[in-house]
């Protein structure tokens, strides 16, 4: 292994390692969308895929920018991270909000360490005054921050409400109602105020559901 001798080889350490994370995630991302139900969830997921391809390719430009060949160093926190998403959402969920719940913490856990990475990532880079290596990284840097905004607004709007509102239900009615019969209901968005608790069973309260 190469020795870090300097702030610019640090820096590309650094890239490498985003490299692999962000090489990982694509690879990731497709199945932590394929696990939710919550149709703004499946879209948000799809739209970062999107552009976590794009960061891959610009990571690509940054390593012609320091002169250095394009290679990824194994990034073990995005593997953990990466590995403990699967695991939450194989697990069983009495209602899907619950394993979406849990894919918006899993997929934030990864935006929150990406945006750790890009900004100790592009510090160097501006003390290096590699400015169009910052401009490249603060892109990336944006675009994960929207993320993980989108992804908290998804789970306080609809997610983590729909999976309150089933534990509540679930003490006040045990096992009164059939449940399943849902057709990716939570896609449709209202309000915990204007769904009353009949309402939200007529509209398939997103129990135990398989996609
Ligand atoms: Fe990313």
């Known amino acids: 292994m190469a020795t870090v001798d300097s702030l610019k080889s640090l820096l590309v350490e650094q890239v490498k390692d985003l490299y692999d994370a962000e090489k990982r995630l694509t690879k990731a991302i497709p199945k932590l969308a394929k696990a939710s139900a919550n149709e703004e969830l499946i879209s948000a997921l799809q739209e970062h895929l999107g552009e976590t391809q794009n960061q891959v390719a610009r990571l690509e430009q940054v ?103 089933g534990d509540e239900e679930e003490e006040e009615t045990e096992a009164a109602t059939p449940r399943r019969g849902r057709q990716a209901a939570s896609g449709s968005r209202t309000t915990a105020a204007d769904r009353g608790r009949q309402t939200a069973r007529a509209s398939g309260g997103s129990r135990r559901s398989r996609r």
């Open 63 to 165: 390593f012609e920018l320091l002169e250095e060949r394009p290679k990824a160093k194994p990034c073990e926190a995005m593997k953990g991270l990466i590995a403990e998403g699967d695991e939450h959402a194989k697990e069983d969920y009495e209602y899907d909000d619950l394993r979406d719940a849990m894919i918006i913490g899993s997929a934030q856990r990864v935006e929150h360490y990406e945006i750790a990475g890009y900004g100790t990532a592009i510090a160097h880079a501006r003390l290096l005054e590699l400015d169009d290596v910052v401009r490249l990284l603060e892109e990336t840097l944006a675009e994960e921050k929207a993320a993980d905004e989108k992804l908290t607004e998804i789970a306080e709007s609809v997610v983590n409400i729909e999976a309150a509102a």
